[in-house]
């Protein structure tokens, strides 16, 4: 999309040789990374970012009526940050009928996105057939469900390959993977917060393999606690180099760590940090078609204010988020319709409704509001 270069105003000369970069179609370095989360001079980075988002995209943002379920909390996985777990026998721990899952998915929605813990007493088969039961009953409806994380303890308690299980929950209805379980791509980070679960490897195998299999993908970085700038950094270029290895990334989405009662020090948590990290992820993410504001973990006014930092999807309306919520997350558990479209006018720029494939759709009861 041609669009005017904005004429910037650089406080920080070091921001200079990025923009050239930028705006004649370069690549940006882990130098560059870094150069971006030194910077004092956050608005012009923001400027730079809003101009790479609006090359793509116009002046259109992107958001989706849709809901999350969480079937089960019940985990055999003890990660450190983790609020949403039980151990079985625990209070407080659910397991979900289908009956309840299928309320989740009524409203008009047009995505359910899906996620939850390793319940020992589920196997493979039960994950497949909530998929393939909400795809029986709601054929127009799109399935955004599971994990890398759990993608691979399906593979290791069914003995299939990933690959395998990636191909029977897609002919079971599968439309695409969530991001989660990424947390960020360090060993040092993965040792000290979640040692049981995946790291880059197993998870960039699942990607891959979906990727491979024509199932496209997000991405997500959890941010704010003990992560360095450093491995911020690395941890969107090792995306970045699997993207141009084998496309299926949709959406890169940055995600504010939310302490709760875990005790996990906050590390660098702040609007400007928020904005920051969106910024920066869009202008060395030059392969990716959107970083999301996630105005979940955000918040809805943060999320608003992101999308001028080169954010242009606001994921969607959610309702009954539970994850971030039992973390200690103060923003509602679910946005109105006009609730959504007015934070994205609000920041100067066009709300699109979409699928989840990112076609323009609309749904001419504006009112619809998260249940
Ligand atoms: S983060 Fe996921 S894998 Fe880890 S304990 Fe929580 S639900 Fe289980």
Not at 262 to 284: K, W
Not at 296 to 322: C, H, P, Q, W, Y
Request: a neutral charge; one cysteine or more; aromatic letters at 10%.
């Amino acid at each position: 999309m041609n669009i005017e270069l904005p004429k910037l105003n650089f406080r920080d000369r070091a921001l200079e040789p990025l923009w050239d970069k930028v705006v004649s179609g370069g690549r940006l370095d882990f130098d560059d990374g870094m150069a971006m989360y030194r910077t004092p001079d956050l608005m012009t980075l923001g400027r730079m970012a809003n101009w790479a988002a609006e090359r793509r995209h116009g002046k259109k943002v992107y958001y989706v009526l849709n809901r999350q379920c969480n079937p089960t909390n019940f985990c055999v996985l003890d990660c450190k940050f983790c609020e949403f777990a039980r151990r079985k026998g625990e209070s407080g721990g659910w397991a979900m009928g289908m009956d309840e899952i299928f309320g989740h998915c009524e409203g008009g929605i047009r995505e359910i996105h899906i996620v939850g813990g390793l319940n020992p007493d589920w196997g493979f088969d039960t994950y497949l057939d909530i998929v393939r039961q909400i795809r029986l009953k709601y054929p127009d409806l799109g399935i955004k469900a599971w994990t890398a994380v759990e993608i691979e303890w399906f593979s290791r308690v069914a003995k299939k390959s990933i690959r395998q299980v990636l191909q029977e929950l897609k002919e079971a209805g599968l439309d695409m993977l969530p991001g989660g379980g990424a947390e960020v791509f360090s060993e040092r980070v993965r040792r000290e917060l979640y040692k049981p679960k995946i790291g880059w490897d197993k998870w960039s195998e699942v990607h891959r393999a979906a990727h491979e299999l024509g199932i496209p993908t997000n991405s997500t970085m959890l941010f704010g606690h003990i992560e360095t700038y450093e491995e911020r950094v690395d941890h969107v270029l090792k995306l970045r180099a699997l993207q141009d290895e084998a496309p299926g990334f949709r959406t890169f989405i940055p995600l504010a760590f939310q302490p709760g009662n875990t005790g996990i020090p906050v590390n660098r948590a702040s609007a400007q940090e928020d904005a920051r990290t969106v910024a920066a992820s869009r202008l060395l993410l030059d392969n990716f078609d959107h970083v999301k504001a996630y105005w979940v973990m955000l918040g809805a006014e943060m999320a608003s204010i992101a999308l001028n930092f080169g954010a242009s999807d606001m994921d969607g309306t959610i309702g009954r988020e539970k994850i971030v919520h039992m973390a200690g997350a103060s923003s509602p558990e679910g946005l109105a319709t006009d609730s959504m479209r007015k934070l994205i006018r609000e920041a100067g720029k066009e709300p699109q409704e979409r699928d989840i494939f990112y076609r323009h759709v609309s749904t001419p009861d504006l009112t619809l509001a998260s249940a």
